[in-house]
């Protein structure tokens, strides 16, 4: 919009959709959406006649149960859109995940979403939405993270739409509802729940009538109304709408009254009367910031290539660039140019100081370029080459860099009123004059033209032209609409303020005087009696301010004043002919210094038409309460013969000319041009140092802010660096618990063994091990293969290499030379799954068991029946001729039996045998006797056998006795034969 805007409007669509007559309600959400989406359908009727999409930030890899979970708080229908799906009115249109979606007339298009850049799918929708629905766009900005959703919603305000946010206290994350408030541009800030109800409210109210401007003969009571519309938005902020195109400025005022259910104009302009708050959404809604970073990316690279390129290469190191750029809204544009003049000094490799004044009418505006933080939406407008060398991030923002910042000067200028800047090598006005009316274009160009340099650049919009000033420039390119002046004109008398006063007063009159009371009072009749009398008998005069600026004309001035080339000024001294001129300086100066009213000798001067005139010329001090005294220089013409000091002055004393040199006059007054030249160059530096050390500022408190931010960031690492600390600590004593633990085990096991990883480098061993392997605590890291071993066993390497490859266990007895003989097991060993294993080897020595086995072997060789008893008679050990006879003979003369009393019985020992064998048995065990040895009879199942036992302690720690039974059956009976 007007003087904020530096890219091209929406399209107004006429405040209809194109193929449709219904609203569309795009609601956008991302982190904690869900509940708020489910509050506001849950608000909702089932037919409200509104269609209804909803942009959510959805995981590519998962599927979406969004459809489901909304279909539990709605009985609308929920569907997933599909490409090319028709809009229809009453059901919920849901993004599908990894696509991003725009509108296209009445049907939904879906495009893959970029894996690895920035994707702001809110905006994108947004957008595409304010073009093709015009006023029949809602948009709802609800829970989320970031700022996706406010460059789209400043579309749909532009495009007439309605635009609500949820409250921010109501979100689980308020950063998307807080920055599409911040644009000042809502009109409703509601909890979810509530945003359902008021979209109803919106869509119920019946189209209102469109409200024509005043040339198509509106009444006189809505001309009064909306005359009084447009002072008190002059009066709120110094802007003069009357400048700007009517049907634009009326189809803003009718967008307000619907949103504030506002029945006509004159309801309207009283509620704006009242309502210092509605005056102010108002004057943001005329003074919308559409722009963005290289909007138009063609008409940027034209304008690098042409225009900047050439300032930088004809311009000295010691020579200033100056840029200027009105209506700069936000700062994009003039960040951009910014940017691109850094980038030609670095390909020129010239670096001349550059100056860029950024101008705009609205303060706000002024107050956040001036910051130059700017959201994520960026991303989508500047490349990724340019956000790294020109910006650096900062949370969710981009903060431009201190090299392009310093350059810039923001500033609250207003185009139409303001005076221009001048010097400029090359103004941007893009995209601004298309909102003015045909005269206020044609003065803002004239004021451009004005300040350019010679040879300079102007870079207008797309849709805007020259006009009358063709002949002034040369183009370019047309395309991208760059010009360059031709001819420097001076700027004519700017009569604009006068018909604004004029203008003002007429407002002011009006709105005195209401629909009931429209007659004229008596005091404006006797206003009108005093300008007849002024005009009738009072000198044509000029009132001067104190440094003889031209501020206001009494009477008809058109024989005196005269405008010559060059530069535009209210000076008196470049206005009047250089008949009077000195003379009336003269006059002026000692009537400021004394305050004494003087009058000149009699003048001549040659008219316009031939004649001649004389006149007088008579200076007056015009006192003031405040502030300094004001001139006024009228002008007498001589129409009777007057005596010197008596006249039409009276008491006026007339000053002798001749005392006066007017070469001296003209020499102070050209020292006094370059001294209110050189002060007003001072003033200027001073304003922009000024600036420069308020941004120095600024920046200073953000990094201080960015500071304290970063110390309790550090902080509150360093509290977690202290948990995770305590956690490792209690680990570690954990490890040292477990390796303690398997060093303890390994030497009570007195096993040898030995750890190797997965290239056989020795990574732990048991002390035994250093028995059979010559290796020492420092050799671990080496290779198995380093070291020598005792055992007989070539193949040892090669199968810790299987063990490892094939992770399957093996084991083996194998000897070694020191004449032992151990059992090698073999177990693959891994840390982790999925990770290289290693191998761990243990060597058992199995050399006793051994022996002891071979003992058993020996023992079961003898045909003697051997049994090995403890000091309580009970049998420990038999070889197997003991075991085959206890066997079949059914005698309980196993292990763990006793002896004698197991061969007892009614088949065995008699009585008293046994007793005689108990008795010898005890004496032997007691050491009463060396050995025993007798012959005994036992009766068995085949008949009686005859033994020959012999009996002999046992020399060892645990005591006992071996009992050795022969028997002697055969030769005993053989003797009997004998």
Known sequence: MPDTSTGASLPYTDGTAPDAKFYLVAIGASAGGLDALERFFHGLPARSGAAYVVIQHLSPDHKSMMGNLLGRHTSMPVVTVEDGMEIKPDRVHLIPP???????RNQLRLSPKNPRGLTLPIDLFFTALAREFGKYAIGVVLSGTGSDGTRGAVAINDAGGLLLAQEPESAKFDGMPRSVIATGLVDGILPPEELGPRVMDHISQAPRPRIRPAE?????ERQSALEEVMHLLQHQ????????KPATVMRRI?????????PDLDNYARLLEGDRIELNALRRELLIPVTSFFRDPVAFEVLAQTAIDTIVKDRGENQPIRIWVPGASTGEEAYSIAIL????????????PLKLFATDVEQHNVDFGSAGVFSEAITTEVSPERLEQWFYKRGNHFVIKNEIRQNIVFARHNLLSDPPF????????????????????????????????????LFLGTSETLAQLQTDFTTVNSKAKVFRILRHVALPLDTGAAHLTRLAGAATLQRRHTARDRHITDAAAIEAGESVLLRSYAPTSLLLNANQELMHVFGDVSHYLRIGEGAVTLELAKLLPPALAPVAQALLHKTARGHEPLRSDLLSMQLPDGTTERLRLVARSVALEQGDPHLLLSFEPDATPLDDGVGVGGAIETMNMDKEHAERVQTLERELAATRESLQATIEELETANEELQATNEELMASNEELQSSNEELQSVNEELYTVNAENQEKIEILNRLNADLDNMAKAAAIATVFVDSNLLLTRFTPEATGLFKIRDGDLGRSIEDFTNLLDYPEFVAELKRTIAEGEMSQREIRAANGRLYLLRMLPYAVREHEARGAVATFVDVTVLRDAERMQAVLDSLP?????????????LINRAWREFAGSHHAPGGVGSRYPEAWAGHAGFDARQESDLRAALDALICGERDALSMIYAYLGDDGKHWF???????????GGMVVSQVDITPWYKSGERD
């Open 98 to 104: 990894a696509s991003v979606m725009s509108v296209s």
């Open 216 to 220: 198509d003969g509106i009444a006189t």
């Open 237 to 244: 902020g110094g802007i003069d709408f009357r400048d700007y």
């Open 254 to 262: 009718e967008r307000r009254m619907q949103v504030r259910h506002v």
């Open 341 to 352: 003049f850094a980038e030609a000094c670095t390909r020129a490799r010239r670096w001349p």
């Open 422 to 457: 001048t010097r400029m090598d090359l103004v941007s006005c893009r995209n601004l004059l298309i909102y003015f009316r045909t005269e206020a274009q044609e003065r803002a160009l004239r004021r451009l033209q004005y300040a350019l340099a010679p040879a300079s650049f």
């Open 864 to 876: 003697e029946h051997v049994a090995l008893l403890d000091d309580d008679g009970e049998i420990q």
């Open 948 to 958: 020959a036992m012999h009996a002999a302690p046992i020399v060892h720690g645990d």
